[in-house]
């Protein structure tokens, strides 16, 4: 197949903008509990009327501090409570919101700043405003800067009492679906990033299809109240996606600023959301942690076999879906039973207990992880999308995930393959173009259509499967042609590796560098009696290369031996954002890291 639509389920706006259903949901149910503000450790409730108030009273202040209709405002901060504030007041006066990623460097903030004319800028602490302060001098055009953790915001509020409320009413009727809503500046994995304008209406159709598909995820069961707990960064454009969503569908919504396991997992248990969005990498170390804790409990065999059990679970039950079988047997169904008690229920606990399913993206997710989760009781459902397209083009629907794809076109899209498998995406989310930029837009758009840079697969459902990016295929010295991405995700899937990087071009076969988790290795090291060692020494540790050989035969099972991994060699380091071998998104800078590891690349081909 090379083409395939889904109709859309939304009705475009003709009029208004994002900012609109705050002040709709509070004049329609103003006690209605629209987030949880984590204060004091405790998670309080704010209502659609106390955000309304308070989105009213930032969108005053913010006018009378000199933000203009059109004006370009920096948003640099975790993802937290008042960066949500901050988006909605912007928006009900037509200001549009640029985000920066917390860990940006100086020169990166200059970059963004510059290019996208920003008049005033909002930063969460001292060390974001040390940061834009170092380049102040070159940015004449900025000229108030605000930090929250200073009392910014409460100074704001302050300052917009005396001004009447149908000024900021006469500049949100102003605006139409059409109106720029922000500039997200794509993380690039080479050269300077682009700022993507995204409209009103982009974040409309996306989220407005997005619910309308899946709102027996949203609301899943009556009664039960819909809530989401957001850890994914504002700064992209996925987590946006989700905030605009959850207001514009009145799911409940609390912030996280916070990744690591410590900090989530208790508040997962605290704020019990019956729904989630991350990316690959969260579920990945979620079991890699119940994995361990099994195992230094003594119970690895039972819960290695509670993971056979829920995949081959899943499986059936996507067969069944399919019409290609008849679901769990009676025996499967009886082990499946046993282990929901022993070992599912307390994932599902874990994460908080209310938890029936998850979306991800951002990068692949492997098969057996994603069937692993379904069978345990928490169906993850794929999804793929790029900042140009505000977030998803394909997801998993949700009456028939197929694991291992991205799903299919959302509501309103169409997938379509160009002769060389490029992926082209068009629909009503796909951007306005890059800001400032004829030419790059002209390259990303063409004749309506979004080229992705991503090559893929559609089977005969619509279905969506990628396999690589046209820019990152490898081509060896005897002309064999390899796509990196199967491999490194599988080599990725064992407990012990963080990252994996395959290279190999103009070279005679292809190898790879890997990097260690290092709560893994420490488990690891701790279950067999093992000293720990300085990094530079474990990782000559045989019994640790025999493990990671196993991860990289595993992976090599997948394609022919001339795109084999042949040979692998173990960092003593992970790559870093701070470093530049990785994007915000956490993607891979091969250029960066190649150049970075020159040596141990090398290496790797010295006969």
Not at 115 to 126: F, G, N, Q, T
Not at 190 to 195: I, Y
Request: glycine share 8%; hydrophobic share 45%.
């Amino acid at each position: 197949m090379r083409e395939f639509t889904v109709p859309p389920l939304a009705t475009a706006p003709q009029v208004g903008g994002l900012a609109d259903v705050v002040f709709d949901h509070a004049a329609d149910d103003p006690g209605r509990v629209t987030f949880a503000r984590k204060v004091d450790d405790r998670w309080r409730d704010v209502t659609s009327g106390e955000f309304r108030d308070e989105v009213m009273a930032l969108a005053k202040g913010l006018l009378v501090r000199g933000v203009r209709f059109g004006d370009r405002v920096g948003i640099m901060c975790r993802t937290r409570y008042e960066w949500t504030l901050f988006d909605f007041a912007l928006w009900s006066i037509g200001a549009q919101s640029v985000p920066l990623y917390p860990s940006s460097s100086a020169e990166q903030v200059l970059w963004t700043l510059h290019d996208a004319e920003v008049r005033a800028c909002v930063v969460e602490h001292e060390d974001h405003a040390m940061t834009i302060g170092s380049v102040i001098d070159r940015l004449p055009r900025l000229t108030q800067l605000w930090q929250l953790d200073a009392g910014a915001l409460a100074d704001l509020l302050a300052s917009g009492q005396d001004l009447d409320d149908d000024v900021v009413h006469r500049h949100r009727l102003a605006l139409t679906p059409d109106s720029t809503a922000t500039i997200i500046y794509t993380s690039g994995t080479t050269g300077r990033p682009k700022g993507c304008v995204l409209t009103h209406a982009n974040f409309m159709a996306e989220a407005d299809n997005i619910v309308a598909r899946y709102e027996s995820v949203f609301h899943s069961r009556p009664g039960d109240e819909a809530s989401t707990l957001l850890f994914l960064p504002l700064a992209h454009v996925f987590g946006r996606m989700v905030q605009v969503a959850a207001v514009r569908c009145r799911v409940k919504l609390g912030h996280q600023p916070e990744l690591s396991a410590a900090a989530l997992l208790p508040d997962l248990r605290a704020f019990r959301p019956t729904f989630i969005l991350a990316v690959p990498h969260i579920f990945e170390r979620v079991f890699a942690a119940a994995r361990r804790s099994a195992e230094a409990a003594d119970r690895a065999g039972p819960f290695d076999k509670a993971y056979e059990v829920a995949v081959r679970y899943a499986e059936a039950a996507e067969r069944k879906a399919f019409g290609a079988g008849g679901g769990p047997g009676a025996a499967l169904r009886v082990q499946h039973q046993l282990y929901d008690k022993l070992v599912y229920g307390k994932l599902r606990e874990a994460m908080g207990g209310r938890i029936r399913h998850a979306m991800s993206g951002g990068s692949a997710m492997e098969r057996r992880l994603g069937l692993f989760f379904a069978g345990a009781g928490i169906t993850i459902f794929e999804g793929y999308g790029l900042t140009e397209s505000t977030a998803a083009a394909t997801a998993n629907p949700p009456e028939r995930p197929r694991f291992g794809t991205v799903g299919q076109p959302i509501p309103g899209t169409t997938v379509r393959l160009a002769d060389d498998g490029e992926v082209l995406v068009r629909g009503g989310q796909v951007f306005a173009g890059y800001l400032g930029d004829p030419k790059a837009t002209a390259a990303a758009l063409r004749d309506g259509w979004l080229a992705t840079g991503d090559i893929g697969a559609l089977d005969e459902d619509g279905y969506l499967t990628i396999t690589g990016r046209k820019k990152e295929v490898l081509v060896t010295s005897g002309g064999k042609t390899v796509s990196p991405m199967a491999l490194e995700e599988r080599v990725r899937g064992h407990p012990l590796v963080a990252q994996c990087i395959v290279v190999g071009n103009d070279r005679p076969f292809v190898a790879a560098l890997v990097t260690l988790d290092p709560d893994a290795v420490a488990h690891w090291l701790q279950m067999r009696d093992k000293p720990r060692l300085p990094p530079a020494e474990l990782v000559r540790d045989p019994d640790l290369e025999a493990e990671i050989r196993r991860a990289v035969v595993a992976a090599n099972t997948l394609v022919s031996h001339p795109e084999s991994i042949r040979t692998f060699r173990i960092l003593a380091a992970q790559f870093s954002e701070e470093q530049g071998l990785l994007t915000p998104s956490l993607k891979l800078r091969r250029k960066a890291i190649e150049q970075a590891y020159a040596s141990e690349v090398e290496a790797l081909y010295r006969t």
